[in-house]
């Protein structure tokens, strides 16, 4: 078992940053890819980012290209969610995820644990 913790969201204003945490903890793998996804109300959940365990796999939602960068910290069991110039439409509930392998990493669908999500809120 594997246990994700999100922190790090709130209610910002438009243009404003926000960096999120996902601290990992249990029988983590060896090697592995995270993932932060986010639901909107009333929307699917959509993939954001993803990197794999030892960063040289990363890549992003087109949407968020440019503003948003994915980090981690082997020695913390933790991924960031660094997200700039943020837009109202960035408002959702932002899930982190892992699973083994890289490939798929922006299928929902394939990642084995998730964490409960931090609601991130942007105003106009």
């Known amino acids: 078992q594997v246990q994700l913790v999100e922190s790090g969201g709130g209610l910002v204003q438009a243009g404003d940053s926000l960096r999120l945490s996902c601290a990992a903890s249990?029988?983590?793998?060896?090697?592995?890819?995270m993932g932060w996804f986010r639901q909107a109300p009333g929307k699917e959940r959509e993939f954001v980012a993803a990197?794999?365990?030892?960063?040289?796999?990363?890549a992003y939602a087109d949407t968020v290209k440019g503003r948003f960068t994915i980090s981690k910290d082997n020695s913390k069991n933790t991924v960031y969610l660094r997200m700039n110039s943020l837009k109202p439409e960035n408002t959702a509930l932002y899930y982190c995820?892992?699973?083994?392998?890289?490939?798929?990493?922006?299928?929902?669908?394939?990642?084995?644990?998730w964490g409960q999500g931090t609601q991130v809120t942007v105003s106009s």
């Open positions: 990197i794999n365990w030892n960063g040289g796999n990363i």
């Open positions: 249990g029988r983590t793998f060896s090697t592995y890819t």
């Open positions: 995820a892992i699973k083994r392998v890289y490939r798929d990493y922006d299928v929902k669908g394939k990642y084995d644990y």
